[in-house]
């Protein structure tokens, strides 16, 4: 697959999470426009007000918990969907 023929396609959210007082939300999201199966994860840091896209990364499943434990220890929250 070329890079112009990529689309992102968002799938389930996976794990939202917020820190008191931070001017954004953290998500983690299927990636289906990578595979069909959910393997690539996108974790994207959304300013709550605007909805913009502030940064994103994208990562493997099983990855998450490498990137969700120092989020965690840094005082984000996950809240439940």
């Given at each position: 697959?070329?890079n112009?023929?990529?689309?992102?396609?968002?799938?389930?959210?996976?794990?939202?999470?917020?820190?008191?007082?931070?001017?954004?939300?953290?998500?983690?999201?299927?990636?289906?426009?990578?595979?069909?199966?959910?393997?690539?994860?996108?974790?994207?840091?959304?300013?709550?007000?605007t909805?913009?896209?502030?940064?994103?990364?994208?990562?493997?499943?099983?990855s998450?918990?490498?990137?969700?434990?120092?989020?965690?220890r840094?005082?984000?929250?996950?809240?439940?969907?």
């Open positions: 697959m070329k112009s023929d990529y689309k992102q396609i968002d799938g389930k959210i996976l794990h939202r999470l917020e820190k008191p007082k931070s001017r954004t939300y953290i998500i983690f999201i299927e990636d289906l426009g990578m595979d069909d199966e959910g393997w690539f994860i996108s974790v994207k840091w959304i300013y709550t007000k909805g913009e896209i502030k940064r994103e990364s994208c990562i493997i499943r099983k998450i918990s490498d990137w969700l434990n120092p989020l965690l840094d005082g984000w929250k996950e809240i439940q969907l």
